[in-house]
């Protein structure tokens, strides 16, 4: 073992370093990209305003709005498109803040604007070695690209936007090795899904997770923003995945990417980023894939998740536990399959991609949305929402009784009014089954495009390896 | 900020764990341009019936968790969503300290920066104090001690975080000071 092999994270860490931590000081860590949006950034620049500071670099920052916009084209396009008052403020005052403080930013209308982690990939901002940061915890996404991004506060936002900075500590490491082949029906989600059951919801805490082995290299772009997505759910600082000729590919040609002799310079670099052999993690863990089955979460985090040829856990002496399952109605010992589902909701900044939306169309096509069943399928940007009707899946989606709608973050978290009822079951495709998070009551199953799909269909908790 | 050197209060104790952000305050009062006034919003969901009276059986709710500014909470506080918004609903509401197991890393910084301050014990200590509500606690930052009256325990405090709190410093103004340092490292790295 060489004493200078060092992981991917030392390599983006010790680039960025404007001043290394001390024992009383935290390091001073240069960011390259900051994205922001409309909920966590009016603060931010409420202080600049009081302190009479400047954005200090303008063309390293990046605006978009995503969590309360509609999804309805109508709204999107037609005349007074936001109905929540509040909402309609703070997207107002992103567009006032952007223009006086000289941000870019990808109004309503835009035709590429979207969530803010599909878009910084997709765009090509997001690249290989870079420092990413949004007040926003699934940040980790942009990690899937070998960058060290993660999610920050809103006075955070403000010291970023005055400095282009951070003071940090500098995180442990924590290497998650997979092996084995994805089972048919089984992909990236089921995968995270697993290794959040696994860890738990705190298991990453303090720990910047860097995901390695065949299984991992064997995903395509998507699958690997998936799994980096979720790495917050883990409770890690980020999640992190080396760059290779896919990430090379992904990026080949995108708008914001380099391109001609810059890209060459730059592919010289990234080629060097991947973690030293023989580097050392604070952590690590191997977990084999190759017996993996649709995972879909029963409870109130994403680490009460089972197999779905599951039963519900039993816990007798934890309250906790049990408080959890009376708010979702389950009994311990029960099924998770055949149990009815109210609503099915495709998109979310970890499974509103291409792919995502392709796997969920193979199980619809020529299908139907059982009745009583809302499908929402919300595209996780306008570019995907273009690219999915170039193949015709809106067509999919739409024939089969699913609504088909504008980007954003929609049922993920509400805030737009998409909503479920209260003591509705939904299975989502989103990366939170918090109390609430999809509205007051609501109950949230997580799962694969490919098993919301599935069940949309049956209109009941379905493997989808059934429908395939 | 308010400098802080020691707080002294009663417990209010939520034996609930991963309390997650959303809980702290749901994403439907997250459309405020301002930091102020969510007291009123902390652990809404909770704390509130579906006819907007307070329920008597959720813990901040009891008379005795009335004014208390120290938070005991189950296992793993403040996971999911890097919303401030959960600080700023704690402190207006009252609290200027919460006590638990494990702390998540974004609530953790996020409480940091706004005079929340995040206690880590031992599991000993934490069940100590999650059986006896409403105990007079005392947190000392000096010697970062957390006192009960059945005994003491030492928690982790970064030392950057901790001059900042006691000397009521705010961090953009030390990164503002570093402007040489920055500046510099943009002309390494070609940054204009
Ligand atoms: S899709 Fe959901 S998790 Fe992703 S950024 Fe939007 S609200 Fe957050």
Redesign the pocket.
Known sequence: MSATARTLFEKVWRAHEVAAETADTPAVLYIDLHLIHEVTSPQAFTVLRQRALKVRRPHLTFATM??STPTRTEQVFGGAPIAIEAAARQVRELEVNCAAFGVELLDLRHDRRG???IIGPELGLTQPGKTVVCG?S?TSTHGALGALAFGIGTTEVGHVLATQCLLQRKPRTFAINVTGKLPAGVGAKDLILSIIGRIGVGGGTGHVIEYRGDTIRALDMDGRMTVCNMSIEAGARAGMIAPDETTFAYLAGRPRAPQGEDWERVLEGWRALPSDPGARFDREIDIDVSRLEPMVTYGTHPGMVLPIGGAIPERPDDPVFAKSLAYMGFSPGQPIKEHPVNVVFIG??TNGRLSDLRLAASILRGRKVASGVQMLVVPGSQQVKREAEAEGLDRVFLEAGAEWRESG?SM??GMNGDLVAKGHYAVST??RNFEGRQGVGARTLLASPLTAAACAVRGRVTDPRELM | MEPIRTLRSRTAVLPVSDVDTDQIIPARFLTTTTREGLGKHLFADWRYGPDGALRADFALNHPQAAGCAILVAGNNFGCGSSREHAPWALTDYGFRAVVSTQIADIFRSNSLKNGLVPVIVDPATHRWLLEHPGVEVSIDLETTTLRHPAGEARFPLEPFARYCLMNGVDELGFLLGREAEIAAYEGRAGIR
């Open positions: 995503d969590h969530i803010v982690h926003d699934h979310s900044c973050c993920c978290l989103s990366n």
